[in-house]
Structure formats: structure tokens, C-alpha cells
């Protein structure tokens, strides 16, 4: 064990560049006991014309965030969010992983806004960055204009094969500067819907230690796993202060809330706060105020238990596709069953190239799912297509496979012509 205490050799040079807001410094001490405030430009509350907002839960619960709660929503706030709801986020994170180091957090516009600041802290242009393959195509959107070399890392229905890893380490050409570090989805990865185990994250892990590079855990579907016993997360087992943790409410409470929040190291999450003082000032007050009104209500436990039933939600749609893509797709296509989430990854016997039969024909047959070259970092052709169970309800899916099936026999027959 290497607990790291210096991370300069991780940060790119724009990210050491960043400097304190010297007004955004001033934010957290404005809540001072008599403190007087002549410094930051905050807007007067009573010019804002909403006074305080009431809302219903599913189960039929009403929500009021008072005037005083209101008043703090709508105004400027801490930068890596309100501090309850960051508290509230420290207790669920020390309850589910069990950090062994006092860690930061810092809140953003859905987690792929402190996604993409993780890898602007980390990669200098033309560093070359360890991704699992396929890989989720909003990540790649933002790297590909990075100019970086992709170093592409095998899975199967386990997830990253850690000899896969090992052997793209070992062999390394040393005349290039070694990857800083390794992002990946590793619970429903997107698009492949598996999970890695225990054993090869604890391998995973350990490389990570011997080759010194950090974890970009990518975990918005952690919540969704469909066992009974979830799978630890790399923060988990991280002993050295070398993983960055990723969640979401996305896919818990509302995608539209636009609430993720990293978990990490101080040093690297204090870069990721630097960033948004400089780029969009901190998440939306409203929506953290909302989320933080929910999660009140619920505690802890009962955000567990509002994830577990929609795990389950999830778990029977899941089982309806599966139902139907062994009707109609044996012979057609092979899969593996997803383990969490929302997506299955449908490998198209037969098929060379899915991005025509997929981005033409199906779309002409009414039938919308992603071609798989989208995941590929280094744009591999592929037979491989995305489809996501998660809206479509059982007839439609059902007709949707019976559609794809019939289009796959078009393109076989077509073929030995």
C-alpha cells in the first residue's frame, strides 16, 4: 500500500494553471456569524419573484421547501454545493462503501459535468488513456478532441479482463509517457449492460497500484444492480486515495434534476472545484434544493429502498426483452443477460458492419437502437448493436425484436445471394 500524498504527476497543465476565484473564495464565509457582506455580487432575494414551492410524491407525500430554504435555493451557493446536501451525500457514501479516507465531494450538473473535469484535470493533449471497450459514447464525445491515444481494453460478460489490462501495462513502449489513468463503467457498463466482478475489480485494483495509475469509476447504474448483494465499488476497496467515484440521481430520482456528484481524494476533487469556479459556478440551487428535500424525507434507508424497488422496475423489463429476444432472435444474435441497468449489447450473427443495418434499415422499419462502432474508442467495425429496455413497453418490444429479426434474415438471405 502507497497511500498517495502528492498529486501533481496526475494533473495536466491546464488543471495546475487553475487558480482560486478570488470572489468564489469569499462564498463560504458570507454565512458567518456577523459577517457583513460588501464583497460578492449576489443579487438582492427579494428581487426574485418565486417565494416558496410545494410539490407531491408518487406515494402521495406533499414537499414544501419554505421561504427561508427558497431564498437560499435561487441565490449563489458554495461551489461544490449546498452543504447539507453534500453532508447528506458524505452519510450515504460512508453507509453503502465504507471509504478508508476522508474524502471530498464535490456536486455537479449530473455527473458527467465533473466527469469531463476529471478527465480536462488529468489528460494533457495527446496522453494516452486506458478505456474499456466498448466504452460509454458520452465519455468518448468528450475525449475524442482531446487528440488521445485510446489504449483499448478487452471485455466479455465479466466486464475488463484484468489479463487484458495487465498485458497492455507490461508491455508497454517505454518511450511513451505511461497512462495516468483508467475510466470505466463498471457496474451495467453502457453500453453492455454487464458488470465486473469482486474478484477482477480487486485485481483491477492492484494494478492500478503496481502501474500507479487512478480509477475513473463511472457508476450512474451502481443502485440498479439486480442482485440482492451489490457489488463493491472500487472507492470501496481504495486504500491509496487513487479512485475517482462518479453517481448520479439520474437514473434514482430525475434525469432532469441534473444531479451527480464526485467522491474522491481532496486534492484531485479541490482541481474538479476549481474547474466549475471558473466554468458554470456550482450545480443548480433549485434542483439541489429539491433533491436535498427528498432525501430529508427519505433518509438514507429509504433511499435505499426507493432504489431497490426501482432496480426491480428495471430487472422486469429486463426479463420481458429476454423473453422476447429468445422468441425471436436465436440464431439471429447472441447476448449476454444484463446484470443491472437498462441496456443489452446484441451481437447480429452474420453481420459485419451494423451501422447501415441499424442507422438505415431499422430506423425505416421503425425500430431506433445504437450501431456499436459508437463505442469504440478507436471506432472499430462491428456487428455489435445497443438496445435499452428501459421505456418501451412489452408489445413494443416484442415488435420491435420481431422487426429487427426480420431484417436480419432480409440481410443473411441478401448475403448468400
Not at 266 to 275: A, G
Request: with cysteine; net charge neutral.
Amino acid at each position: 500500500m502507497v497511500v498517495i500524498k502528492d498529486y501533481d504527476r496526475f494533473l495536466s497543465k491546464r488543471s495546475k494553471a487553475r487558480k482560486p476565484s478570488a470572489i468564489r473564495a469569499l462564498q463560504p464565509l458570507i454565512a458567518l456569524p456577523g459577517m457583513i457582506s460588501l464583497g460578492g455580487g449576489l443579487p438582492h432575494p427579494s428581487t426574485f419573484p418565486i417565494l416558496d414551492m410545494s410539490f407531491t410524491l408518487t406515494n402521495g407525500d406533499s414537499l414544501t421547501i419554505s421561504e427561508n430554504e427558497m431564498r437560499r435555493a435561487l441565490q449563489y451557493s458554495n461551489t461544490s454545493g449546498l452543504p447539507d446536501l453534500i453532508e447528506w451525500l458524505k452519510q450515504l457514501q460512508i453507509e453503502e462503501h465504507k471509504p478508508k479516507y476522508d474524502f471530498d465531494i464535490c456536486i455537479g450538473n449530473g455527473s458527467q459535468d465533473v466527469l469531463s473535469k476529471a478527465f480536462e484535470m488529468l489528460l494533457n493533449e495527446g496522453d494516452s488513456i486506458l478505456i474499456e471497450k466498448p466504452a460509454y459514447t458520452g465519455a468518448l464525445a468528450f475525449l475524442r478532441p482531446m487528440n488521445l491515444t485510446f489504449v483499448d481494453i478487452e471485455t466479455d460478460g465479466n466486464g475488463i479482463i484484468p489479463e487484458k489490462l495487465e498485458e497492455a501495462l507490461k508491455n508497454w513502449d517505454e518511450s511513451k509517457p505511461r497512462p495516468k489513468a483508467i475510466y470505466t463503467v463498471p457496474i451495467a457498463g453502457n453500453p453492455t449492460g454487464v458488470g465486473v466482478s469482486l474478484e477482477r475489480k480487486k485485481r483491477i485494483y492492484e494494478l492500478a497500484q503496481e502501474y500507479d495509475f487512478i480509477i475513473l469509476e463511472d457508476d450512474p447504474y451502481y443502485y440498479l444492480q439486480f442482485s440482492e448483494q451489490r457489488i463493491p465499488s472500487y472507492f470501496s476497496m481504495d486504500v491509496d486515495g487513487r479512485v475517482l467515484r462518479f453517481d448520479s440521481f439520474s437514473k434514482i430520482l430525475s434525469s432532469g434534476i441534473r444531479i451527480g456528484w464526485v467522491s474522491g481524494p481532496k486534492p484531485l476533487v479541490n482541481r474538479i472545484v476549481l474547474h466549475t469556479q471558473a466554468g458554470n459556478l456550482h450545480a443548480s440551487g433549485l434542483s439541489q434544493t429539491f433533491a436535498l428535500c427528498i432525501l430529508r424525507r427519505w433518509g438514507v434507508f429509504g433511499f435505499m429502498e426507493h432504489a431497490k424497488k426501482t432496480a426491480a422496475f428495471y430487472k422486469n423489463k429486463r426479463d420481458i426483452f429476454i423473453e422476447s429476444a429468445e422468441k425471436y432472435l436465436n440464431g439471429l444474435a447472441e447476448w449476454n443477460v444484463p446484470t443491472a441497468g437498462m441496456f443489452i449489447w446484441l451481437k447480429l450473427l452474420g453481420i459485419d458492419d451494423s451501422e447501415t443495418l441499424i442507422k438505415k434499415k431499422a430506423i425505416e422499419k421503425k425500430v431506433l437502437m445504437v450501431p456499436g462502432f459508437e463505442f469504440f474508442p478507436n471506432n472499430d467495425v462491428t456487428p455489435y448493436v445497443r438496445a435499452s429496455y428501459s421505456t418501451a413497453t412489452k408489445e413494443e418490444i416484442d415488435e420491435a425484436l420481431k422487426r429487427l429479426a426480420s431484417l436480419l434474415k432480409d440481410a443473411i438471405a441478401s448475403k448468400s445471394q
